[in-house]
């Protein structure tokens, strides 16, 4: 029956007339969803009209007259249930994508090898990044391939959580840029497999189709991480039992370790995505589900599945970046996060932060569960998207700011190659910052007088904001690339240029440090490097005092030297080198396999195709000389710091070898009397001028008692170290008798013959390294 009075249709209405010609009721149009009665969840704050604009699939998903999405490959309706956000059997969605659109689901065949593919991409990635960590000698500042790449890593989710806040901002000219970074992470395993991203959902849905998406979600993301070490350890008690049993060698635990946390950092994001999939519910006429909106957040049976992902969240997300932290602190405390053996281990996580920073890898942690969190928050949800998109974007923005200042306060990162490290961290969270913020601009002067009632200036608005963002955004992948390839892209530069880049110089002379022609970042690199100095006194030694000050700058510029003649050794021959580098990583990864014999071979003979391994000519003359004077600035001594005399140093290379030496550069008291006019100065001058910091009950016997704990600790880790190089030059000792020995039996002559085989070459290098260990070992003791 009609109505006495007339009344407007509602937005997202359809009213037709009925057969009779009367507008007595009316149906949803496209893009809107009206709720069937049997459908409808009775609650007071029910509307009274349950008509909802459409979020799925962009309001694709509903059509007019109660209908849902329509596969156009099937003509079939793939979609179904309130707001036609749940797929129908045969259908399925991305796990990660609640509001897309039901795609039609291929074979069972297609469907495992999608999975396997997705699965296979997470392995290949944390391969991929342990391979990186394992090459990575990070006792070295110029290796910092696998820092940079942590910070890329945590870039993409940071940038992928702010682009997809939601909201018709108009930004981006309606490119879909959350898509490229959706395709980013699919590739890097974070998310669904960018190949069949709907294979794990199909799967779910033939196999489990009475658990409901959500609760399997659920229980892969708990089981993610114990399935993963379960898995891990047991290949690695296989491959030890296998390289035992076959080469008669060990495999470390540590291996292990850097695995297990390789894992955990690469795929942390992922396992809060799942987690979290049970909370991000939107309001209709009650709260829904996105992912399933036949479920009710609120009911009995969905809490106990919420209840288990916020157990899952305590222990994984929040508990393991606790662990880590705690892990890292026992060795700070033990002072042992410089040693061979934590590096190795535990290097890929602290590596490039400054000693008083160590731990802050784990914060990053913390914040990709924030950056999740806040998308995802109870109660925080709204069915207008413009509003939904306004809270999100505050929200994302409210956390970018709160870790852009902790960055900004602590410059965690330590100031090798000019701040990069530091540089590169905060152009992310700078554009991160930016892009949170204009996009919350943008949505709340949507509603201005002048947007509103005038196109151009919205056009231009969002064409300047869309560029604004995006320089923020090239100004991290420069960065990002020129972090990376700095030398090499300076090289080239100077190459076009026909000239060097001009750098300031620190010049030793025997009174101290002359400086010339610093510019801005270098006086501020030194500064910063001075002050460093300063900080690891007073952690050492609980003092200041001017012998040894002074001795710890005249130091610097020895291993400067030192470094500088090594890169010099290193450009002689720049092909020998990079051949050589090959061999070291071949060694590395196959270490005396079959594999690793083959690549040997290879290796020797192209070696021996270049003319390397020639005893003659200009080339071993430079190595010569080069190796002697390298050999005279072995020890600290007045000797040694003569022969450096008035040497140009570049900050940078001061500041590489401030972090070569760390705690190491406080062990050495000033040399006096350098130069010609050698003068030999009154210690009791020296040892007068010096001042305690630190506590007022920390006394100088204190202070050397805390020392001697450190070294006692440094020399139990050195007797490991030469305990094991002693075992491995022993099996090699015996593998290379019995070959001689077999080689002799074959030749069928008593007359030993000799023998080409790289495990000579090897036993060599372990040999020298075993001598540099033992000599390092008797300085510790004796100190």
């Not at 009213?15 to 009367?22: I, L, Q, R």
């Not at 998109?389 to 960055?407: D, E, K, Q």
Request: net charge neutral; aromatic share 10%; with cysteine.
């Amino acid at each position: 029956a009609g109505s006495a009075a007339c009344e407007t249709c509602l937005v997202g209405a359809s009213c037709e007339p009925d057969a009779n010609g009367v507008y007595g009721n009316f149906t949803n149009s496209d893009g809107f969803y009206l709720f069937p009665a049997e459908l409808l969840h009775t609650m007071p704050q029910s509307p009274l009209y349950p008509l909802f604009r459409c979020n799925h699939g962009n309001g694709l998903a509903c059509l007019k007259g109660g209908r849902c999405y329509v596969h156009p490959e099937t003509q079939k309706e793939a979609m179904t249930g309130p707001m036609c956000g749940t797929c129908r059997p045969g259908y399925a969605k991305p796990i990660g994508q609640p509001l897309e659109l039901c795609r039609h689901c291929g074979s069972r065949t297609m469907n495992f090898l999608g999975l396997g593919l997705q699965l296979l991409t997470v392995f290949c990635m944390a391969a991929f990044l342990m391979i990186v960590n394992f090459l990575s000698d990070y006792s070295k500042p110029k290796n910092i391939l696998s820092i940079i790449l942590k910070q890329f890593f945590n870039y993409t989710q940071m940038a992928t959580a702010v682009l997809s806040t939601g909201g018709d901002h108009g930004l981006y000219g309606g490119f879909s840029v959350v898509g490229i970074f959706d395709m980013v992470q699919d590739y890097l395993g974070f998310s669904s497999s960018a190949w069949v991203p709907e294979a794990g959902a199909c799967l779910i849905q033939e196999l489990l189709p009475s658990w409901g998406i959500q609760k399997v979600i659920t229980l892969v993301g708990l089981a993610w991480f114990p399935g993963t070490a379960v898995i891990s350890t047991m290949v690695f008690l296989i491959v030890k039992l296998f390289r035992r049993l076959v080469f008669k060698k060990t495999t470390h635990l540590r291996h292990l370790k850097t695995w297990l946390m390789v894992n955990f950092f690469l795929y942390i994001p992922r396992v809060n995505r799942l987690l979290l999939a049970n909370f991000k519910c939107q309001t209709y006429d009650t709260s829904r589900l996105m992912l399933d909106p036949t479920v009710a957040c609120w009911d009995r049976d969905h809490a106990l599945w919420q209840t288990l992902s916020w157990i899952g969240i305590g222990v994984f997300s929040v508990g393991g970046p606790l662990l880590l932290y705690l892990i890292l602190r026992r060795y700070e405390h033990r002072q042992l996060l410089g040693t061979y053996r934590v590096l190795r281990t535990y290097g890929f996580l602290f590596a490039g932060f400054e000693p008083d920073f160590y731990y802050f890898e784990c914060v990053y942690m913390f914040r990709k569960l924030c950056f999740e969190f806040v998308m995802t928050m109870p109660g925080m949800t709204s069915e207008n998207e413009e509003i939904l998109g306004r809270i999100n974007s505050s929200s994302v923005a409210f956390v970018a700011s709160v870790f852009f200042a902790l960055h900004m306060a602590c410059q965690p990162y330590d100031n090798r190659d000019y701040f990069i490290l530091d540089h590169i961290e905060t152009a992310s969270l700078r554009a991160i910052l930016v892009t949170a913020f204009l996009q919350l601009w943008c949505l709340n002067t949507n509603e201005a007088d002048g947007i509103l009632h005038n196109t151009w200036l919205r056009e231009v608005r969002n064409v300047i904001c869309t560029v604004v963002i995006l320089l923020f955004h090239l100004r991290f992948f420069w960065l990002f690339f020129y972090g990376i390839a700095r030398r090499r892209i300076q090289s080239c530069i100077s190459a076009c240029r026909g000239r060097d880049f001009s750098h300031g110089i620190v010049k030793f002379v025997p009174d101290g440090l002359q400086l010339h022609n610093l510019n801005g970042k270098e006086e501020m690199l030194l500064k910063t490097l001075v002050s460093e100095i300063f900080d690891l006194h007073m952690q050492a030694k609980r003092k200041i005092a001017y012998d040894q000050w002074s001795g710890s700058l005249q130091m610097l510029c020895l291993e400067a030297r030192r470094q500088h003649i090594e890169n010099e050794l290193l450009a002689l021959d720049k092909v020998g080198n990079t051949l050589r580098s090959w061999r070291e990583i071949s060694r590395k990864l196959f270490h005396g396999s079959r594999v690793g014999l083959i690549f040997e071979r290879i290796f020797d003979r192209m070696e021996s195709a270049y003319g390397l391994v020639s005893k003659s000519g200009s080339y071993e003359n430079s190595k010569k000389q080069k190796d002697k004077e390298l050999e005279d600035l072995k020890i600290f001594c007045a000797d040694s710091l003569n022969k450096i005399l008035n040497k140009e140093f570049r900050v940078d290379e001061l500041q590489d070898s401030m972090l070569s030496l760390g705690k190491s550069i406080c062990n050495n008291k000033r040399i006096g009397g350098l130069g010609e006019n050698m003068k030999v100065e009154d210690e009791t001058m020296s040892q007068a001028l010096e001042f305690y910091v630190g506590p007022l009950d920390m006394d100088e016997h204190v202070a050397i008692a805390i020392q001697e704990r450190a070294n006692i600790k440094e020399v139990t880790e050195l007797r490991k170290e030469v305990d094991e190089r002693q075992t491995e030059c022993a099996d090699l000792r015996r593998l290379l008798g019995q070959y001689r020995a077999q080689r002799k039996q074959g030749l069928g002559t008593d007359e030993e013959r000799p023998v080409d085989d790289p495990r000579a070459e090897r036993l060599e290098e372990l040999e020298v390294q075993l001598k540099k260990s033992m000599e390092a070992l008797s300085e510790a003791q004796e100190e």
